[in-house]
């Protein structure tokens, strides 16, 4: 590890900061909405000019997808207004963004997988907020890195795996929409391939897309999560229309990672595989 590049990670507390916590140690500083508030444009110019990053990995965000239609200010502060702040300072002195968007800036109509040239059109105030997010970002700090991914999950913190095995136990069987469609994301995976950009990888600005291998519907997902856990609970395949949310999700949000594949000669694990190895962290006892 390369001590001498020294990288902020905001919204550490996340699932994808953590384990960016964990991969990069000691040459990370981490911080959490509570200390610091990246929509006070005040606090991040003194906290950037007080100390000294070659990187900064935002991972933080307003992620209550449905929360978010009510509270339109709040997101909006968290995606718009705190990646401006960072853009402004962080391109003043010279430090790199790598930002973390979303699948939900497409509006999930397309039949192929989504490229970073495709045009966005978000269906929710979270998706249009995150957008604008990205616009903002390469408009203030030309020079950064976006990585829109979805469906992520970890060992850590409230995710579908974690809900999946909790109602599994629980519940006579499960009921799961089957009609939206993308691919689950391993956050430990994406976190090894940031860190090793940050560390020592060679820097390409713009956007790109990332996520594990392969396609599934929630329902898929559901099932293999049972599956891998060796739990025999039912899970019963429902259409979105038997599950309706405040806000509208892409049916269809199935990302290309030709680009982020050939511009960094990397392999990508398939999301089963690599469900198993996040199951393998999950003790019984937090199932």
């Known amino acids: 590890m390369e001590e001498d590049k020294k990288i902020l990670i905001t919204g550490s ?8 916590s964990r991969i990069l140690g000691d040459a990370a500083l981490c911080t959490t909405h509570e200390e610091l508030d990246l929509a006070d444009g005040d606090a991040v110019e003194r ?29 909006g502060r968290a995606n718009i207004d705190a990646i401006e702040n960072l853009a402004k300072f962080a391109d003043e002195l010279g430090y790199r963004i790598l930002h973390i968007s979303t699948d939900y800036v497409f509006d999930g ?3 192929r997988p989504y490229t970073e040239g495709d045009k966005p059109a978000p269906l929710s105030v ?17 020079e950064s890195m976006i990585i829109r991914t979805g469906w992520l999950y970890s060992a850590h913190g409230h ?6 095995l909790e109602h599994g136990k629980s519940k006579q ?3 799961v929409v089957c009609d939206q469609i993308g691919t689950p994301t391993y956050a430990a995976d994406l976190a090894a391939f940031i ?4 560390l020592h990888g060679f820097w390409k600005p713009g956007i790109f897309h990332y996520s594990n291998e392969g396609v599934a519907s929630w329902y898929d997902f559901a099932v293999a999560i049972l599956e891998e856990a060796g739990i025999g609970t039912a899970v019963k395949p429902i259409p979105t229309s038997e599950y309706p949310t405040t806000a509208v999700r892409p049916q269809y949000a199935v990302l290309d990672k030709s680009r982020i594949k050939a511009t ?3 392999e990508i694990p398939h999301w089963r595989a690599s469900l198993r190895r996040c199951l393998a962290q999950i003790t019984p006892s937090n199932r």
């Open 264 to 266: 960094y000669n990397i």
């Open 109 to 111: 109509n397309s039949c």
């Open 159 to 164: 995710n579908f795996v974690k809900t999946i």
């Open 13 to 20: 507390n996340g699932q994808l900061g953590r384990e960016l």
């Open 47 to 75: 906290f950037l000019r007080r100390h000294n990053f070659d990187y900064i990995v935002n991972c933080a965000a307003y992620t209550a997808v449905d929360r978010a239609e009510e509270e339109k200010l709040e997101c």
């Open 126 to 142: 979270y998706g249009s907020t995150k957008r604008r997010g990205e616009t903002a970002l390469l408009g203030l700090a030309p």
């Open 173 to 175: 069987g499960l009921k």
């Open 195 to 198: 860190a090793d950009k940050v």
